[in-house]
């Protein structure tokens, strides 16, 4: 079995949306013929789901690296800290675990006599470690994974000290495009960035979408039929441009034209939310005793608890992304209202599984006449729709470590074919 150094840096017990694709990965690996070895940060504190941990191989290599912590202080020093860390650092809070561990992580590489190396984003960091790796290990083929863009992350638009270190972290992304032997983006549309942005690399790139675990849902079924409220569930975070704003305004006109009955409602939040912003929305309007807020759920608790959801509710307000949940989503057999862009991709894998309605996100009447559609069906006790289970299963954890060991496979390829050169430049 091939021996590879995975640099995971969020990863159980860390909790979060960013653990998902990583531990998947993980967990179907050995199946292709791969052995991880994980390097990753030791919890220090925030999101902790335990839950994660019986997806990863028995007896799995990790090595569990200490870093300062500049995200989950507490009181008056932690927030200066966070301000610092999440402002300030270049390219993330995690340069410093990077900085202080790669020479340990080198000589992990070279004890353990691995030559293939698996890197993973946000946060950036990560790929600078490998970088690093690759730089002193040239016979190392190299495959970074790009969970989320870096220097056309829209969100890192809204915020002027991110766009004041745009060169410098520029310069490190091109490095990281440049170095690696295969590039794996998390969308079709992320990947025609990186193309566009470095031409060298459209032949040694793909894009692998999130997915779901078929394990999962093993025991997994739909519980919403008896329910006395007409239950809309949204779950993951709400942050940057990814906002509930139009949702809740669509639902309170529904409510003021009295197209919903809100003793027959209940709107939830699920994550790692601020209920202060969404108290702050629904103040003084009929939503006021509708919505709740639930804190972050371990994933397998959270798999039961969306099982009695009558509508999954999806935001986005990015083309290029397609947040993990839409993928457990299209599986779960409920119907999705997903307010996206119409041209991007969640919008494209809820129409072609057709599990849901996908509406723009700011289309405030588009949002009211399919959350009011999904409520008449539940009123009346009928399917609102027909899902595609054959295109389903494409977006399977298994079939996606499948596609990951043809990377690997390339990246070996391209490593004996093209590494000297691109070292050269």
């Not at 999101?47 to 995200?71: F, I, Q």
């Not at 992580?105 to 190396?117: R, T």
């Not at 003084?284 to 509710?313: C, E, Q, W």
């Not at 494409?394 to 470590?401: A, D, E, F, G, P």
Request: one cysteine or more; charged letters at 25%; a neutral charge.
């Amino acid at each position: 079995m091939n021996k590879l150094l995975m640099i995971l840096n969020e990863f159980p017990p860390i909790g979060g949306s960013g653990v998902q694709r990583s531990t998947k990965f993980v967990k179907y690996l050995p199946a292709v013929g791969y052995a991880p070895y994980v390097v990753t940060r030791a919890y220090s504190g925030g999101l902790r789901d335990e839950s994660l941990l019986k997806d990863l191989p028995e007896g799995l290599h990790r090595l569990d690296l200490e870093r300062p912590d500049w995200v989950d202080g507490t009181g008056v020093i932690g927030r200066v800290r966070r301000l610092i860390g999440t402002r300030l650092m270049v390219p993330d809070a995690e340069v410093f675990w990077y900085l202080r561990h790669r020479e340990r992580v080198l000589a992990w590489l070279d004890a353990e006599h691995i030559d293939l190396l698996y890197s993973t984003s946000y946060p950036y960091s990560s790929h600078l470690m490998a970088l690093y790796l690759k730089r002193r290990r040239p016979h190392v083929a190299w495959v970074a994974d790009f969970r989320d863009e870096w220097t056309n992350n829209p969100y890192s638009r809204d915020q002027l000290l991110k766009r004041l270190r745009f060169p410098a972290e520029r310069r490190m992304e091109k490095a990281v495009v440049a170095g690696c032997d295969y590039l794996v983006a998390n969308t079709p549309r992320m990947l025609e960035n990186f193309v566009a942005d470095t031409p060298g690399v459209r032949d040694r790139s793909i894009a692998i979408p999130n997915g779901f675990d078929p394990d999962d849902f093993a025991d997994y079924a739909p519980r919403n039929q008896g329910n006395e409220k007409f239950r809309i569930v949204y779950a993951g975070a709400l942050y940057g441009r990814r906002r509930p704003d139009y949702v809740l305004q669509a639902l309170a006109e529904l409510i003021a034209s009295a197209d919903v009955d809100p003793a027959r409602l209940e709107v939830e939040f699920v994550g790692n939310i601020h209920e202060d912003r969404i108290r702050r929305l629904v103040a003084g309007d009929a939503l006021d005793a509708v919505v709740k807020v639930t804190p972050y759920m371990a994933h397998g608790s959270l798999m039961g608890h969306l099982a009695a959801a009558n509508v999954l509710l999806l935001i986005e307000s990015e083309v290029n992304f397609a947040t993990g949940k839409v993928f457990e989503y299209i599986r779960m057999g409920i119907p999705i209202v997903a307010t996206v862009p119409l041209e991007g991709e969640a919008a494209r894998v809820v129409r072609e599984t057709r599990t849901g309605a996908a509406v723009d996100f700011a289309d405030v009447a588009g949002i009211r006449d399919a959350l009011a559609a999904s409520y008449r069906a539940w009123c009346d006790g009928r399917a609102s729709f027909a899902p595609e289970a054959a295109i389903i299963q494409r977006y399977s954890r298994r079939v996606q470590t499948e596609a990951l060991g043809r990377c690997l496979e390339a990246a070996q390829r391209n490593r004996d074919a093209d590494s000297p050169h691109r070292q050269r430049r």
